[in-house]
């Protein structure tokens, strides 16, 4: 198992999965390429992140009416949907730990709908968020 390592938080990857950064997110895929995790992650400056909060978000920030659920991924709680645009199935999550917001999508071809879904859900429970002591102050 590999362990991603960001400033603020860290998932475990399983040998056949890879990670690779793009401009303000990180991209997660198997080596099958059936499809693509992406996580953003925002940090409020003052204050935490409230359950409220985090479901306002979603709803304003999710394209097109979404039926959201309370979940858990790791250390973050937070919502998520499913829904499909064209020809992809998309998963999104909104979560929040303290003061981190992760927003995490999964997509993949509608046809594939479901294949990863149990690797999916056990990659995204091994998110942890770093101790305070590293977290860096100037951030």
Known sequence: ??????????????PEWWADTEEDSILISDRDAVGTIEI????KAEGEFHSEDVAQ???EE???????????????AGVSAASEE????LREWFVACGSLLLYVTYSCELEN??????AVDALLDTLC???????????
């Open 129 to 139: 968020v770093l101790d305070a002591g590293q977290v860096p102050q100037d951030a």
């Open 40 to 43: 953003s992650t925002l940090h």
């Open 113 to 118: 709908r479901g294949m990863d879904d149990a």
């Open 57 to 59: 978000l979603a709803q």
């Open 86 to 89: 064209e020809d992809t199935a």
């Open 1 to 14: 198992m590999n362990v991603l390592e960001t400033e603020w938080w860290s998932i475990a990857l399983p």
């Open 62 to 76: 999710s394209a097109g009416p979404q039926v959201w659920q309370a979940t858990l991924l790791g250390d973050f």
